[in-house]
Each structure stands twice: as C-alpha cells, then as structure tokens.
C-alpha cells in the first residue's frame, strides 16, 4: 500500500518532538529509522516497477465530483521516493549533531517529517488534484523551515520569499491543472498521459502549459524567479541539504519531467523548457564561480543543475530522459554531502567565508577527503557518478530534434557550465583545506566533528565513487523505469564509464582542460565586476513588495476612514459594479414575468407596509420615531414569515426585533432626541439614487433564482429526506442541524470567537479602571456626530 507511507512521515512528526530531551543526538539517529523503514518499505513494493508496471491505488475522496484520493509508483516516483527517504535518513540524523545544541531540534525535526510527508505524496499522486494538495503543502512545511531562525530578520525575509514566489507560482499551476483536467476530461495523470495527442491540439493547450511552467519554474528557481532560492539559504544547513539539492526544488522538474509525455512534442513546450533551462543552467554557474559563502556558492550551483535538468526535459530524446534521470540522482548525492559538509565547516570553524578559512587539512582531514569525492562528481570527473550523467547532459544536447542551432547553443551553454562548475569546485576546495592557517583555526580550537557528523556527508560522497565502479547495472535498472516515465515508453538503458571516443567525450574533456587551466585563476575571476545588484531578482521582488504595501496602504487610509456611511457607501457601490454590471449584461433574459402569485390582500397589505415604514424612518424627526418605524419594517417581516409557513423564523424574526428596540432605546436615551442634518442636498439625492439601484438589484437577483428552471429545486430533497435521514420534522431545524452542520458549526464558532474578543475588552476596560464622569462628559461630543448621520 503505497499511502501508508506517506501517513506515517506525517503521523511521525510528533515524535519528533523527543529530540527536546537530552541526548538529542542518539533521539535524532532513532528517529532516523522512520525515513529509513519508508525507504524499505518502498522497495518491497518496487517489483512491478523493475518489470516495466506500476502500482496504482485509489481511495474515494469526493465521490460526487468523481474524484479519488490516488497513488500511483512507477519508475519515476520511485526515484524520487528513494531520494527522499534515503537522504531524510542521513539528514535526520545528520541534523541531531549540528543542532545537538539548539532546544528547537525538535520543533525542526517536526517540520522535516511534515515537509518529507508532503514531498513523498507529491510525488505518489496520481491525480493532478491530489498533487496539487501536496505541492502546497510543501510550500508552507519550507517556509516553516526557512524561517526556523526567526529572530533573524535574513531567515524571516527569505521564508517570506520562497512563500510568495512559490505560492504565487502555485495559483498560477493550480488554474493550469483545471484546464488540463478539463482537457483531457479527467484529473487522472494516467488519463492525462494517454491524452497527449488529443490534448495538443486543443485550444485550452497553450494556456495550460504556460500556466503549469509558471508553477514549475517558480519551484524550481528559473530565470527570472530564481533569486529567492539563495534567500533560503537561511534555514540551517540540514534543512538546505534536504530541501533545497534533493527534493523540494526538485519538485517543479518532477511535474515537468511528469507531464512531458502528454505536453512535449511542440515548440512551445520544448523550445521553452531548453532556452529558460540553458539560460538558468549558465548565469547561476558564473554566479557561483564568484561567491565567497559557502552556501551561496553551493546554493547557485543548485540553481544551475535545476536549469540543466529543465533543460533536458526540453531536448528531449532517450538520452534526454536518461539525462534527466541519470542527474537527479547524481546531485542528490553529491550536492546533499556538499551542503552537509558546508555546515561541518561552519560548525567546526564558526564561519563560511573562504576569505577566513584555510588550511584546515592538518585539521579535519577526514572532512577533506569526504569533501574532494562529493567535488569531484560536482565537477564532473571521469570515474565519479557525475562524469557519467553529464556525459548523458551533452548526448541529449548532440541528439536533440530541435534543430541544429538549438544543439550548438545547449552544448556551449554545458560546457560553460562544466568549466564553472570545476573553477567553483577548485575555489572551495583551496581555499578551506589548502594555504596557510586560516583565521578561524587561529581563533579556536578545529578537529573533526564526530563520526555521527561525518556519516550524514559521507555515504553519499562515497556512493558517487562506488556506484559507477561497481553498481552501473543496479543502478541502471533504476533509471531505466524513471527514463521510461519521461521519455513516455520503454527504453533500455545502460549506464557505462566509457562508451568509446564520442563527441560528448570530447567536449566533456575539453572543458575539464579548460577548467583546470582556469582554475588557478579562480580568485581573479571571483573579483571581477559582474552583473549589477538588481540582477539577482531579490531587490525588484522587494521594491514590487513594498510599493504593493505602500498602495494598499495609501488604499485602506482613502477608504477606512473612520465613518459607517463611507463604508456602506464604497460597498454598495462594488456591489452595483461587480455584480450589477454583469447580472444586467447577461442576467436579465433569466427572469420570468409570467407568475400568478395568487396573492391574498392581507398579504399584500403586510407587504406594502414594508416600504411605507422604510419611509418613515427616513422621514422620521425624532428618534423614537425611527424606532417605531424600524419596529413596523421588522414586525411586517415577521408576518410575511408566518403567512408563508415559516413561523420559526418568524420567532427568530421577533425576538431581534424586541431586542434591537431595547438596544436602541438604552442607547439614544443619552443622545439628543432629535436628528439633525449634517448632509448636503445632493449627497442625500446620492444615496438615495444608489440604495434605490441596490434594491433594484437585490430584487431582480431573487426573481431571477426564484423563477430560474436550470437547476432542480432543493426544497423538495429536503421535505422528503428530513424525517428519514435527519430524525425530525422541522425541515429547518434538520438543515441548520443535520444537512448544514458544518455551516452551523462555523457560525457558532465566529459567535463564540466574537463573544471571547468582547470579554477580553471587557476585562481590559476593567483593569483601566472605570471612566470617570469627565471622561464620559468628553467623549459624548466626539461620538454625536456620528450617531446623529442618517
């Protein structure tokens, strides 16, 4: 059963909660077995998937839309369920040592199994809508984690940033979403898949798929949504291990790499994808190239491998698909032990600025060693698992369909890449572990961390070596059904450490020489002047905050003025506008004037008193003439309730009533018991041309449902069910009880919240103490003018 997994990530964050106690570092190991008996649990189900099927589970969610609450692991979740269950292990564990210190390792741990709970069911779904559920969820379990460290203003703005990019990018994939649903006429991603002829040549295509991208690129920081991934940088480093080179980001190339057997195949898919990935892929590798943070460098170079990623998915093809893969795997393992090696530093030597370490060999040379194999696949090193996949990178780019100018751009844009990467991977490596004694061994005292430490960083930097010696053929029959899912049929696939003398071999050698030669160079190049600040996207995303807050601002003082009429006035006007502007376009032609109410003349007096009274009180010189008024206009309701057979309401009717005229007269007893005009002429013409359109409207919208045949009636339903199925006769009480309980709840609940905010100013106005008269004296005038507006 494939949704059990994802329970029990979830139901496992409370537990987590015991690395609070002491001896946090051993509770964080024992909670690592939760991910680690996912991942076993994973693999006993993986038979079919090894054999070229699937699993497939379905549960009934909201049956009366035809949507089912489903699972589905083939080929590609599988990879990416193993990701994250098998790098949640070591980071879990990982994260007990490098926050063994912190009080809120629990609290963090908590997070990590939600946000490893949703990660895991975005990639089961097996319904759009299900995933979507998912995605979001991801989205608000990392800003929990982002902004772990919120006394911090950085980890509150970066949370902030990845929320709204994300979220907003979200809105937009969630419209995109029901409009392939609605294309392909069902929400199922197998229906969906098997639709992918028929969807492409719809019109709802176009729409869909940049709707989709929007969402994608959003998660996956693409150009020009890429800025608020180094902003998240903030979290602490077991959660960027986790979040930010394995999974979450990964999420966007998920759903590309998903649906590009149903939306691939066109120009506006493909073309896309590889010109926006190419372009991320390059700039975020030179930016990169010139960082001094540690996280900073390795947070760009995350960018740069999800562009390469995108990018694949545009180029399509069988080497394409393998690429895609082949280098999702191989930079969970290697950038996952970067990350976590880049908080060993920061733990050990309390900073990750290269410019104060150095020469940390003589010190930690277990970390070295760890360090140069998870570098050596970064920068794509013949015998490391990331040779092997950016070997994969450069045949999709040689092999692509999408033409020969296409082809050149993508392999320059890989080279590049591969040289920047090497120029970075030599930048770190020299300058923590060669040189002289750096400031920060001269400040303290450095060795390395414990062994606990340095398991989390070294299993996936000694994977990267021994998977292409020993595990090529394992290993390809896990990429063979994740190439299969991509790439929309069977493929064979088997990964090799040389395939002979080949073009790609030759550019991948040819940047490793180029690399190396500039390697040397690192420094200058970091000091060069680039791009200017505000191509980082972070400050334009700021200054678009901020004038968005400053007009809503300059928005709420024009309209929150401190006077009702002002308020009911801009209501009704957005009312007319938004409502009456469309039900007068297209509405009118619903409205029957064909009826025969067959009206009684009682009932037609108590009707015709309603208006009568409406101008009496405006009319009205005093103010218990209003009331009387108001009283006629309630108790004629209340009539026309009991005529019509609802005498219920017409008790809940009359005793508002009663307790309105008591209210009102306890309160206009201490004011002056005449009104007086504070209005102009035309404004009172104003109001009164606007209320009269609102009544007009309100009217018109009654007739309209009221006299409207497309939907069958619900009274009857109710009649004939209420008895049966509520136990009650009172067709009302059933519906407010029983068909409407939830609706009932909440307004109980809104009540109930209002009557705790009233006792709470209540009990404030008590603690201050009781106004004195002069208080009472100063405060009536301030309140007349108001009271007194009619």
Not at 253 to 278: E, F, H, I, K, Q
Not at 356 to 378: C, D, H, K, N, W
Not at 455 to 465: F, H, T
Request: contains cysteine.
């Amino acid at each position: 059963m494939l949704y059990p997994l994802v329970l029990i990530a979830l139901a496992a964050a409370p537990l987590a909660l015991l690395a609070r106690l002491p001896g946090r570092d051993r509770i964080a190991w024992g909670l690592a077995l939760i991910p680690l008996t996912i991942f076993g649990l994973t693999l006993a189900q993986a038979g079919p998937v090894w054999e070229g099927g699937q699993v497939v589970e379905r549960i009934a969610w909201v049956p009366a839309l035809g949507l089912d609450l489903s699972f589905t692991l083939d080929g590609l979740s599988l990879l990416f369920a193993l990701i994250i269950t098998g790098i949640g292990t070591l980071i879990v564990g990982y994260a007990g040592h490098y926050l063994g210190t912190d009080s809120g390792l629990g609290r963090f741990l908590a997070y990590l199994m939600l946000f490893m709970g949703a990660m895991l069911g975005l990639v089961l779904a097996g319904n759009v809508l299900t995933m979507f559920v998912f995605w979001e969820l991801t989205s608000v379990t990392s800003y929990l984690l982002i902004g772990y460290k919120h006394d911090y203003a950085d980890a509150r703005r970066g949370a902030l940033h990845s929320l709204l990019v994300t979220g907003g990018g979200g809105l937009a994939l969630l419209v995109g979403l029901l409009l392939l649903g609605q294309a392909a006429g069902s929400y199922e991603l197998s229906a969906i898949l098997a639709a992918g002829d028929a969807l492409r040549t719809q019109a709802l295509y176009p729409a869909a798929v940049i709707l989709i991208l929007l969402g994608c690129f959003t998660k996956s920081a693409q150009i020009p949504f890429h800025f608020w991934l180094p902003g998240a940088m903030q979290a602490p480093t077991p959660a960027s291990a986790f979040l930010h080179s394995a999974t979450m980001v990964k999420a966007g190339v998920y759903l590309m790499a998903r649906l590009s057997p149903a939306l691939g195949g066109t120009m506006l898919w493909d073309v896309t994808l590889a010109v926006v990935g190419g372009a991320t892929m390059t700039f975020a590798a030179i930016v990169a190239m010139r960082q001094f943070d540690l996280k900073a460098m390795l947070a760009y170079t995350t960018i740069s491998m999800l562009g390469a990623l995108t990018m694949q998915i545009g180029l399509g093809g069988k080497y394409g698909a393998e690429g895609v893969a082949t280098n999702i795997l191989a930079h969970a393992l290697y950038k996952s032990a970067l990350f976590m090696l880049a908080g060993v530093i920061d733990h050990e030597c309390g900073t990750r600025d290269l410019r104060r370490l150095g020469g940390l060999r003589a010190y930690m040379p277990q970390t070295m060693v760890i360090t140069a194999l998870a570098l050596l696949s970064f920068g794509g090193i013949p015998v490391m698992f990331g040779f092997v996949a950016k070997e994969l990178m450069l045949e999709a780019a040689l092999e692509t369909d999408l033409g020969p100018m296409l082809s050149v751009l993508a392999v320059a844009a890989i080279a590049v890449t591969a040289v920047a990467y090497l120029v970075t991977g030599w930048r770190l490596f020299s300058n923590v572990f060669l040189g002289g004694r750096s400031m920060a061994a001269m400040q303290q005292h450095i060795t390395d961390p414990a062994p606990g430490m340095l398991i989390g960083p070294g299993v996936p930097a000694v994977l990267s070596l021994i998977i292409p010696l020993a595990f090529l053929g394992p290993i390809s029959g896990l990429i063979a059904p994740a190439s299969a899912a991509i790439y929309g049929k069977a493929i064979e696939v088997k990964l090799a450490l040389w395939h002979g003398v080949n073009p790609a071999l030759l550019v991948s050698l040819g940047a490793i020489a180029v690399g190396a030669a500039l390697a040397r160079f690192g420094e200058q190049l970091a000091g060069l002047r680039g791009w200017p600040a505000w191509s980082r996207g972070d400050m334009i995303f700021d200054r678009l905050i901020e004038r968005t807050l400053a007009g809503a601002t300059a928005l709420t003082r024009a309209i929150q003025e401190g006077r009702l009429r002002r308020y009911i006035l801009l209501t009704m006007l957005a009312m007319l506008v938004f409502v009456g502007v469309p039900f007068a376009s297209f509405g009118l032609g619903e409205i029957r004037f064909d009826l025969d109410p067959q009206l009684q003349f009682y009932e037609v007096l108590a009707a015709a008193l309603i208006p009568i009274g409406v101008i009496a009180t405006i009319n009205a010189r005093t103010r218990l003439g209003a009331i009387i008024a108001v009283g006629v206009v309630g108790a004629m309701v209340s009539l026309l309730f009991v005529l019509f057979s609802a005498p219920d309401l017409a008790l809940t009717q009359l005793l508002i009533e009663v307790l309105s005229t008591v209210f009102l007269l306890l309160v206009f007893s201490v004011l002056p018991v005449r009104f007086e005009s504070f209005s102009a002429n035309w404004v009172r013409r104003r109001d009164a041309i606007i209320a009269m359109a609102v009544g007009v409207l309100m009217g018109g919208l009654v007739l309209a449902a009221a006299t409207n045949d497309a939907f069958a009636p619900l009274a009857p339903y109710f009649l004939e069910n209420s008895l049966e199925k509520g136990k009650g006769a009172n067709v009302v009480n059933v519906i407010l009880v029983d068909f409407r309980g939830f609706d009932t709840l909440g307004e109980i609940t809104v009540l109930f919240i209002a009557l705790l905010g009233i006792y709470g100013l209540l009990r404030l106005r008590q603690g201050k103490g009781d106004a004195t008269p002069e208080r009472v004296t100063t405060a009536e005038p301030a309140a007349e003018p108001v009271d007194t507006q009619r």
